[in-house]
T-cell receptor, first 112, second 110 residues
Framework: NAGVTQTPKFRILKIGQSMTLQCAQDMNHNYMYWYRQDPGMGLKLIYY???????DKGEVPNGYNVSRSTTEDFPLRLELAAPSQTSVYFCASSLVGGAEAFFGQGTRLTVV | DQQVKQNSPSLSVQEGRISILNCDYTNSMFDYFLWYKKYPAEGPTFLIS?????DKNEDGRFTVFLNKSAKHLSLHIVPSQPGDSAVYFC?????????FGAGTRLTVKP
């Protein structure tokens, strides 16, 4: 099992560009999450999903969009990238809410 | 709104002694609480969790205590080992909404 796979690992975007961060899990988990971690800070919840077709906003959803068309995939879309979106992004999944979450290795995004 | 708070950015302990990491929360609806450990350039890894209906959960050297009336939880590591040096995050969850604290950097000195 690969667990949670995030692609790409690194990316540099120019202001105003768009991109999609990919996240896939092969554990048949119902719950999936997107977090961002700024330097020296904790993880901030962007969006989460409790199952295919269901998504909810977290603490910091502005500037991002998600979709969950399958159990396995939970892509995060950045529209009109801004320097404030420079961060490390982590995707995670768990079988149910409150259960241990498995995290991907992260995507380091820089917006210049 | 910061619903989960870890007020100690860092903690240093001697090998073999107890490490106590603290966490406070504001949302009384949280029903699960978790601790994660993180190394640089890696995703967090799960350590231990506790349901809101319990006040203690133990797993080897790690014990989590929950005080619901104070909205406070703590992680005890006994005995501490140099390999425990990492950043520890407290998290709280309700209905899939899982929030994290800012983390505490633990350093265990040989």
């Amino acid at each position: 099992n690969a667990g949670v796979t995030q692609t790409p690992k690194f990316r540099i975007l120019k202001i105003g560009q768009s991109m999609t961060l990919q996240c896939a899990q092969d554990m048949n988990h119902n719950y999936m999450y997107w977090y961002r971690q700024d330097p020296g800070m904790g993880l901030k919840l962007i969006y989460y999903s409790v199952g295919a077709g269901i998504t909810d906003k977290g603490e910091v959803p502005n500037g991002y969009n998600v979709s969950r068309s399958t159990t396995e995939d939970f892509p995060l879309r950045l529209e009109l990238a801004a320097p404030s979106q420079t961060s490390v992004y982590f995707c995670a999944s768990s079988l149910v809410g409150g259960a241990e979450a498995f995290f991907g290795q992260g995507t380091r995004l820089t917006v210049v | 709104d910061q619903q989960v708070k870890q007020n100690s950015p860092s903690l240093s302990v001697q090998e073999g002694r107890i490490s106590i990491l603290n966490c406070d929360y504001t949302n009384s609806m949280f029903d699960y609480f978790l601790w994660y450990k993180k190394y640089p350039a890696e995703g967090p890894t799960f350590l231990i969790s506790i349901s809101s209906i319990k006040d203690k959960n133990e797993d080897g050297r790690f014990t989590v205590f929950l005080n619901k009336s104070a909205k406070h939880l703590s992680l005890h590591i006994v005995p501490s080992q140099p390999g425990d040096s990492a950043v520890y995050f407290c998290a709280a969850s309700v209905d899939g909404d899982m929030r994290f604290g800012a983390g505490t950097r633990l350093t265990v000195k040989p």
